[in-house]
């Protein structure tokens, strides 16, 4: 396993992080236990959870296995989140100091622990100031209660004005994003990369393999059936899944990565998942595993060392649509011309 800083701060972490959507929902107890036993068996240090990933039972679920591993707890950095609901009053949700002193208190309780190494806010709350937020998450860090925070879901001008209000308010800085990002959705590319690499903020991708899109399971114009995800639920998603297999582009970077993954004798989702954690700015690339065979496939991609050659053809096949203002040749053109007194 490759290990790698936490963003800016001095903790390091392992290069992926166990996901645990799937805990209590898609993975019955049994299962998850198995799931983090293995993860740590092989290495894996840094294990990502959300107050409301199944009701809170994903919490639960990870606090019984910390408390009966207690020589492998102790090598786990653990991060959850917090910002949805959990309640049905007007505070349970959001990012204001009442709802997030509860949020905590609670994420701790089910974990069974009396500090968090990362807090993460869900997404972002257009009611309650920024500086609420960030007050709130320094006196978090200064009674002890967590190590380090971060963000989920931000845009690239929500990150910078966060970080941008911590610095100028004396506030401990935040040190992770996580965004969707994945060889089919690279748009966080025009903005959210640069503001995170201005930052130095380490990204922690979640859904890597596209809904698992980039494992090679699906068929051109074949609908998904029997044992994936949207096979299992076929109400669920399925016009977005029709609209990602209209596009050509998507086959194009799946042909791409099967390709390379013939030539190397690797699953395709392990040529995905090393394209990805060699992206810049990438921290450690979240795993979603609801089997430990998926697990086990998963973590053997931080042994594929891609060339720069087959790294630059599944970029260039995925390369997302900048043509447009203020992204393609018109933008470049008209942030390069020199300021001689026009505009």
């Known amino acids: 396993m490759e290990y790698r800083r936490l963003g800016r701060s001095g903790a390091v972490v392992s290069a992926q992080a166990l996901g645990t959507m799937t805990f209590g929902a898609e993975a019955d107890e049994e299962t998850s236990g198995e799931i983090l036993t293995t993860f740590v068996e092989g290495g894996g240090t840094f294990v990502d959870t959300?107050?409301?990933?199944?009701?809170?039972?994903?919490?639960?679920?990870?606090?019984?296995?910390?408390?009966?591993?207690?020589?492998?707890?102790?090598?786990?950095?653990?991060?959850?989140?917090?910002r949805f609901p959990m309640g049905d009053g007007p505070n349970d949700i959001g990012l204001s100091r009442r709802h997030l002193r509860t949020a905590l208190d609670a994420s701790l309780s089910r974990l069974g622990v009396e500090h968090i190494d990362l807090y993460q806010m869900h997404a972002w709350d257009a009611l309650t100031p920024i500086d609420e937020t960030l007050r709130f998450l320094d006196d978090a860090v200064t009674a002890g209660k967590?190590?380090?925070?971060?963000?989920?879901?931000?845009?690239?001008?929500?990150?910078?004005?966060?970080?941008?209000?911590?610095?100028?308010?004396?506030?401990?800085?935040?040190?992770?994003?996580?965004?969707?990002?994945?060889?089919?959705?690279?748009?966080?590319?025009?903005?959210?990369?640069?503001?995170?690499?201005?930052?130095?903020?380490?990204?922690?991708?979640?859904?890597?393999?596209?809904?698992?899109?980039?494992?090679?399971?699906?068929?051109?114009?074949?609908?998904?059936?029997?044992?994936?995800?949207?096979?299992?639920?076929?109400?669920?998603?399925?016009?977005?899944?029709?609209?990602?297999?209209?596009?050509?582009?998507?086959w194009r970077v799946i042909d791409t990565v099967k390709d390379i993954a013939n030539a190397r004798s690797a699953s395709a989702s392990q040529v995905a998942l090393a394209w990805l954690g060699a992206q810049p700015a990438v921290t450690s690339v979240i795993l979603g595993a609801r089997t430990v065979e998926q697990l086990t496939d998963n973590m053997a991609a931080v042994e594929l060392d891609l060339s720069a050659d087959e790294l630059t053809r599944l970029s260039d096949a995925s390369a997302p649509d900048m043509d447009d203002y203020p992204y393609g040749t018109a933008g470049i053109q008209q942030r390069n011309r020199p300021v001689t007194g026009g505009r």
């Open 50 to 82: 959300a107050d409301v990933y199944s009701a809170g039972v994903s919490e639960e679920i990870i606090g019984r296995w910390l408390a009966s591993h207690p020589t492998e707890a102790n090598q786990v950095v653990l991060a959850t989140k917090g």
């Open 146 to 250: 967590i190590s380090y925070y971060g963000f989920s879901n931000y845009l690239g001008w929500q990150l910078t004005k966060a970080v941008a209000v911590a610095s100028a308010s004396g506030f401990t800085a935040p040190v992770t994003l996580q965004p969707q990002y994945n060889l089919l959705v690279r748009d966080i590319e025009h903005e959210i990369v640069p503001a995170a690499l201005d930052a130095g903020i380490g990204l922690l991708p979640w859904s890597p393999l596209a809904g698992g899109w980039l494992s090679g399971k699906y068929e051109r114009d074949v609908a998904p059936t029997g044992a994936t995800r949207l096979g299992q639920n076929p109400q669920r998603g399925m016009e977005a899944w029709e609209a990602r297999n209209a596009r050509e582009q998507t």
